[in-house]
């Protein structure tokens, strides 16, 4: 890894709750309470973790979509929280998103060519005959057929819908590209083209990724490091390897176990957590998953732990085991 | 095959229609299978192959219009539901058959109180009492461990979380404990940790109840995690059908092969990082407009000549292992 | 909840306040004023006579002036005094306001008691010939004009009774006093009748279409009892809001219908003094009107939380 | 269960309908009173424009020799107490109801689309100036408007438009609005945003057309009740002045003295203003069940 | 047979006046339901249709004389009169109510239509409580006429003039119960009318139907005992007849004639050219077919004979340019006029043609733009509000205006001052022929009506000839009653001053 393409430190960002048909605040939702983490170039963090849990909130904030509560973005070292929105709009370039449900995320009365070339030509770097040229080559790059840059996004499939966010994305050659679950909406055997097209892109041009999912076998395949959230806190990153071979936070215990293998051999289901998702407007004190972990002692209630190194690269929020994270003994 | 009178359910042919805008089309095409007492059988495929529609002709609640069933037979416990008027259906609905749906948000109705949405589903077939329809309510909240049963049961769907609207659907369905449940895709729309408690509750009660599960996903971890038997779906036709050690040990379909090695395995360790996945080429066809032959053939590294022409049959390939391939010999090797 | 009301109470006078503006205003805008009209009738004006009753009435003041002078009488309770008759407004008013009021509120059940039933029917019967049928006689009802039908009523009783259905100030039995309204209701309420049906059913088919019916379908309820029970319940929330709207509209928009059957309410009364300037009366009389429109949108909320258990206004 | 013939029920279903004319026509079985509906706003439409064509006589003349003919040959739907003829007097009242119909839900529209798009996508304290201002204009009873505003501006063809219009200002807007606020959650609106698109962009290239098709299902309804409220104002005496036909006040004027000596004269405006509403809201309806992305296969 | 005692008479009112004294009111909406609330010191007899200085008869005056040089009349009065509230009626009430009308008064009248009707009135004296006397300036036969309208009931003094519009006072036959704006008007009987045994009827009572349907239907369908007066247009009579056959139906003349008034104070209709042209133009008999069915007059400004007693004869009369039978001839005529102005085929001369929103004013005037037509005149029809009408002509913002003159009395004061004289306030043309005016004044002082009528007619000509207000027609108008209602006359040179229904009676 080299130097951080993006920097993120303790970002927040709370939504006001609103209630009743005045629409007043009734509360606050702590989407993202205080994440932190850098990204290289070439590199692909994975971000996981449940519905909810803040994911999407991150993405947005990194490309302030949405103005962040609290915390600092630096985008190659600049920092851009608080840039207007005029002087946002070069670093617009460097950064682009794939959203999960391509459909939506496609105008239903653009073609797939206009909504291809629109960045192109809002940003006034191409027109005419070279924004078609342009468009066409980057529908070949994403593997679709330049003739279909007249469809209009409900005469393609899932996948190929799924390609034309991705063709937009790239369309302003960024260097980060924020995935918010580009696989999710899709079927496995769909999801598999995504994913190596996303692989073969950063092989070809050294895009950074960050990867949201919350399928942990998605993320895997395709992550250098992989960071999993919890209601709005990072509570465990470390490099792929390390954090699948060996995950110290009981949540990704959970996680890991919940997974189905895909072989009746193996494991039978054996579910390591119990009770439900606490709400993110009053998260419960102290450590957030207190209430649902196996370990829970006296402490996680009052104490909220701190995301520290437990070894080389791999820092988990823990009060266990003073703060390694680590279990005495898996159960 | 299994004795007869095992049987909770038997399905022969099923033949299921939509007539929609863009044209008319089989959404379930010949579909035969039986589910045993006590048995789970999965029935997988991509999104949009049938799976759902399936589940509701065994209910007769396909959406009328644009669907219809046309052709087939349906017999639970003995008796053809094809063949029963409506309110003959009525009495066998939610009481000797029952369905979870796949997003218990909007599965429930979201103006009355959990506790009434599950007495009603007692009441309409058991001659009892509010009171006691009540209390069974309450125990069934209960069952399937939602903590405070009582207060729960006095809530509207909206004051719960996704994990208890499940399982307050899961209640609901085995209320009047049924001789078979469907469980369609009861866990989709779930986080993975709540999804392993539901799946494992519902195995629970299906062992305590004895009932027949057919459960539709198209996770085929899933499938391996639960199932017996397994059904796999190609645009509206079952492609493939074995018990599921020998469907995972060697699928027979090109198309059941290709989307078991497109599955990202978790890796427990020493995947290598970027590792790119197998995929299937190509999507899947609109059912409005299928091949004339095969309608895998366009996807199918295999295909040959006689594919494109002929719809392979369904071949048993040994140890009731079913699968519809001209070339099933072959795929274990090609792949 | 207190602090809601509170609120929502604090926009209700914004908006009120709004509306003294505007229709005050917009009289002033109006050329031509009682006096005008007065002397138009007997032909010629002496300018003297003129200056004199302006000034008797106080419209030679600057309008601000008139403006605040109107909302201080009104805040104290003062309504003035009629331009026309010289009564106070109030008294004028106020009679007239029961009778609008039972004619609005028989059309509204009407409307409601015939429409809500038939929208469901055509909702469930979607596609047959009875659907058509109902969605063709509904739309019918929304293609006459109101005097036309009107008119139509009222000539036919003429021609095949011999008799005519008019408004009877006092009606001695209690029949007497329904006959008095029925008619007219539902000439209004077969419009209302209409809306309601077609909104009733828009909301019907996508409540049927929702999930949590095909589960009710799924615990072997009766076709009834899923569509009154379970899919009624969920759609009736836009038909509150058409019914409300509908409310709010009959208060100011039975003109046509009062004056084709010649009842003395509030509406003819508000066009009479519209066409005579009577500034105390029409001022008055819409105040009262927007009263009645901003309560009625304030009730449908309300209804709302009690229909729909997920919109409670709690604060 | 009966077997169904495949080939029968395809070509019932419109699997062979594609292309142009067969997917109109496919379309229009469907969409009986649809169709119908079609039917008549064309045939409307074209009456409106080939008024000077289809009419056999000026519908302006006035000649006391043939006064209150009934219908003949001659005259196809009779003539009226000033001897004009009814047939051309509908014919040339399209025009005026057409005018009526699209200039108001065109003002309105427009102005309702501006308000509401700019209400709805800068929210803040535009938002909630404009929201009150449309509480302000719906509380006001839709006829006093119409009279105080044609009263102060006398009765013509203009004055009805813009008195007809303003009711509808604040229904538009609020349509809009509140799909303003469901689009702007959009993700394609997030991902124009993300490219760096200005907001007025966004609100003219991304949302604004996707408001496009409930707009459509509202002004074809919107279309028909204003030809019922030009005719109530008429019947009020602020619709459009003599001499130009307008239906509503040939109705109603009509309605007054001749029902029984001239039903002819009531009976044809009558059924003119009908049919024109009639058609709008049957297309409106099933413009509303085409448009519908969930009724879409 | 004997006239019954008792009933009430029902009527439906064609609109809500505006309040209800007869004094400040400028249409017979308010005479009609409250004349039978007052006395006048003169009246015309109620059961003779032609009003006419011979069917002057005593009321509150027992008797009346002019002096030698008919420049005072005097009044004696009726002994042992009572107002409603009790009060006995004096001379002073009289003297109260024509200073009110003069505007000599403290209290004043909020309006006052009527003034220029006393113009030539000095001065109201009254000797003793019995005895009144009128001072004139000059001689004028006519204001026995006037007095004798509907329009000039005789008010208390002792009753302010606001409460008089409220809840009026009187010392007629019915006494003022209640009258509910767009809702009712209530009378009943006065138990103490000083005619003894009247009135027949114990009240009358008016529900105001502003539709005219409606209210028809309503009095086919036996709701109403009698429509009110001469409300019914022509066309409409054939359905009350065909619907209700037993009704009895009379048609007569309203006295109001509809009438172009020409601003000839601006281009074009400066021009005597063109305003010729355009009298030349009318085709009178067109209109008088079209919207009366042939049943309406054509004459000049006075009402025509039989039922006039002052309009030209037909001989006369078809001597003024346009009133000859040939209208192709009177066009060709026109057009050359128009010609000689600069306007033809190919220069078309454009104009508006104002008028009020009231279906009695646009349909003339829809006929009016149809028939200037044929003389290169394009006529545009501007409809104004009632409320904007007066202002607007008063301004002469206009060019052409189709306007309705009724008149209270069929005499030639009333009409030629009001509306021809220079300088008067309803002179909205603003004709000013100082000639003519002088032959008003011989006419008026004429006490002779065989002499009186010739001066009449020749003035009449000249107004015509002069284009100043041409007059198109003189309306008529069915009223219709039940066969059951007895003792109703309905006057056939005015609509103002019949309405005292005491010996109206029910046969039922
Ligand atoms: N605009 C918003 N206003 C209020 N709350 C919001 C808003 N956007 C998100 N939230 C809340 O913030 C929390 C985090 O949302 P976010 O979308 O980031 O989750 P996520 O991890 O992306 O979930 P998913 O996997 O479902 O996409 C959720 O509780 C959500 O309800
Ligand atoms: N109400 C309906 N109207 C029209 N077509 C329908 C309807 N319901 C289902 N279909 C079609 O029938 C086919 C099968 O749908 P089905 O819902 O059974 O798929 P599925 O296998 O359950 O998919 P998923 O995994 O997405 O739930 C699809 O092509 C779908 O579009
Ligand atoms: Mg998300
Ligand atoms: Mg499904």
Known sequence: MTAALLEVTDLKKHYPVRAGVLRRQVGTVHAVDGVSFALGIGETLGLVGESGCGKSTVARSVLRLVEPTSGQIR?????????????????????????????????????????????????????????????????????????????????????????????????????????????????????????????????????????????????????????????????????????????????????????????????KLAPLVDGDVPSPVNPPSGCAFHTRCRFAMERCKTERPALVEANDGHRVACLLNEGTGRPNAIP | MADKSDLVLDVKNLKTVFFTNSGLFKAVDDLSFSVKRGETLAIVGESGCGKSVTALSLMRLVPDPPGRIVGGSVSLEGTDLLALDEAQMRAVRGNRISMIFQEPMTSLNPVMRIGDQIVEAVRLHRNIPAKEARDIAVEMLR??????????????????????????????????????????????????????????????????????????????????????????????RKVEEASVEALFASPKHPYTRGLMASIPAVPASGVPAQARLNEIPGTVPSLVRLPKGCAFAPRCKLAIKRCEAEYPPLADWGGGHLAACWRAEEVAEVA | MFAYLVRRLFLMLVTLFGISVVI??????????????????????????????????????????????????????????????????????????????????????????????????????????????????????????????????????????????????????????????????????????????????SSMLEVLRQDYIRTARAKGASDAAVNYHHALKNAILPVITVIGIEAAFLIGGLIVTETVFNIPGVARFLVEAIRWRDYPIVQNLVMFIAVVVVFANFTVDMLYAVFDPRIRYTD | MAAIDFDVELRRAGAHATGGWRRVLFMAQRHVLGAAGLVIMTLFVLTAIFADVIARYDPLTVDSARALARPSLAHWMGTDSFGRDVFSRIIHGARISLAVGLGSTALGGTIGVVVGLTSGYLSGWVDLVFQRVSDVLQALPLLVLALVMTAALGPSLPNVILAIAIPLIPTVARVIRANTLALREQPFVEAAKSIGMSEMRIALRHVLPNTLAPLIVLATAQLGSTILTEASLSFLGLGIPEPYPSWGRMLSESAAEYVRTAPWLVIFPGIAISLAVFGANLFGDALRDILDPRQRG | GEPKQGGILRMYHRDSPANASILEGATYSINVPFMGVFNNLVIYDQHIAQNSPDTLRPELAESWSWSSDNKKLTFKLRQGVKWHDGKPFTSADVKCTFDLLMGKSQQKLRQNP????????????????????????????????????????????????????????????????????????????????????????????????????????AFVAGKFDMTFPTHITIPLLKDVKSQAPNAVCVVEPTNVSTNIIVNSTSAPFDNIDIRRAMSLALDRKAFVDILFEGQADIGGTMLPPPQGIWGMPRDKLETIPGYGRDVNANREQARKLMQKAGYGPDKHLAVKVSTRNLAEYRDPAVILIDQLKSIYIDGELDVVETANWFPKVARKDYMLGLNLTGNSVDDPDQSFYENYSCGSERNYTNYCNKEIEKLFDVQSQETDASKRKPLVWDIDKKLQEDVARPIIFHARAGTCWQPYVKGVTIMSNSSYNGFRYEDVWLDK
């Open chain 3, 24 to 201: 005050f205003f917009l009289l002033r805008i109006v050329p031509g004023n009682i006096v005008d009209i007065l002397f138009a009738a007997a032909g010629y004006v002496d300018p003297a006579d003129k200056a004199d009753l302006e000034k008797q009435l106080g419209i030679d003041q600057p309008l601000v002036a008139q403006y605040l002078h109107w909302i201080g009488g009104l805040l104290r309770g003062d309504f003035g005094y009629s331009y026309v008759s010289e009564k106070p407004a109030l008294q004028e008013i106020l009679p007239r306001i029961p009778i609008t009021a039972r004619l609005a509120g028989l059309a509204l059940l009407f409307s409601a008691s015939i429409g809500i039933p038939l929208g469901v029917i055509s909702a469930v019967k979607q596609g047959t010939k009875l659907d058509y049928a109902l969605r063709v006689v509904s739309l019918s009802g929304l293609s006459l004009p109101s005097f036309w039908l009107g008119l139509l009523i009222l000539t036919a009783s003429v021609a095949m009774f011999g008799q005519m259905p008019i408004f009877n100030p006092n009606p001695q039995t209690w029949l007497e006093a329904f006959a008095t309204y029925a008619v007219p209701a539902a000439a209004v309420g077969f419009r209302s009748a209409a809306l309601t049906m077609r909104i009733t059913r």
């Open chain 1, 75 to 267: 985008l190659d070292g600049e920092d851009i929280t608080h840039l207007s929105k005029t002087a946002l709009r070069p670093h617009r370039r460097s950064m682009q998103i794939v959203f999960q449900d391509p459909f939506a995320s496609l105008n239903p009365r653009m073609t797939a060519g206009d909504i291809v070339g629109e960045p192109l030509a809002v940003h006034g770097l191409a027109s005419g005959k070279e924004l078609e040229t342009r468009v066409a080559r980057l529908f070949e790059q994403v593997g679709l057929r330049p003739d279909q840059m007249r469809n209009f996004p409900h005469q393609f499939s899932g996948g190929q819908r799924q390609r034309i966010c991705i063709a937009r994305a790239l369309a302003l050659e960024p260097r980060l590209i924020v995935c918010d679950e580009p696989v999710s909406a899709l079927d496995v055997s769909i999801q598999a083209q995504v994913i190596n097209l996303l692989i073969d892109l950063q092989r070809q041009h050294g895009f950074s990724y960050l990867f949201i999912a919350h399928d942990l076998a998605v993320v895997a395949h395709i992550s250098h490091r992989v960071a999993v959230m919890y209601l709005g806190r990072i509570v465990e990153i470390a490099d792929k390897d390390e954090l699948f071979r060996n995950p110290r936070h009981p949540y990704t215990q959970a996680l890991l176990a919940s997974v189905p293998i895909a072989n009746p051999l193996a494991k």
């Open chain 2, 143 to 236: 069952l399937v461990r939602i903590p405070e049963p009582a207060r729960r049961a006095r809530e509207y769907p909206h004051q719960l979380s996704g994990g208890m609207r499940q399982r307050a659907m899961i209640a609901m369905a085995l209320a009047c404990r049924p001789a078979l449940l469907i469980a369609d895709e009861p866990t989709t729309a779930l986080d993975v940790t709540i999804q392993a408690q539901i799946l494992a509750l519902i195995l629970d009660l299906q062992k305590e109840l004895g009932t027949g599960l057919v459960l539709i996903t198209h996770d085929l971890g899933v499938v391996a995690q639960t199932a017996q038997r397994v059904i796999v779906m190609y645009a509206g």
């Open chain 5, 114 to 217: 009527r003034k220029t009707w006393y113009s030539e009135v000095n001065d109201v004296t009254t000797s003793g409580d019995v005895e009144v006397s009128f001072d004139l300036k000059r001689p004028q036969p006519s204001l026995l006429a006037m007095l004798a309208s509907g329009y000039t009931p005789i008010y208390p003094c002792h009753v302010s003039p606001a409460d008089m519009r409220t809840h009026p006072i009187g010392t007629g036959p019915f006494k003022f119960v209640e009258f509910k704006a767009n809702e009712s008007i209530k009378l009943t009987r006065n138990p103490d009318y000083w005619k003894k045994g009247l009135p027949h009827l114990d009240g009358v009572e008016y529900t105001i139907i502003t539709n005219r349907s409606t209210a028809i239907l």
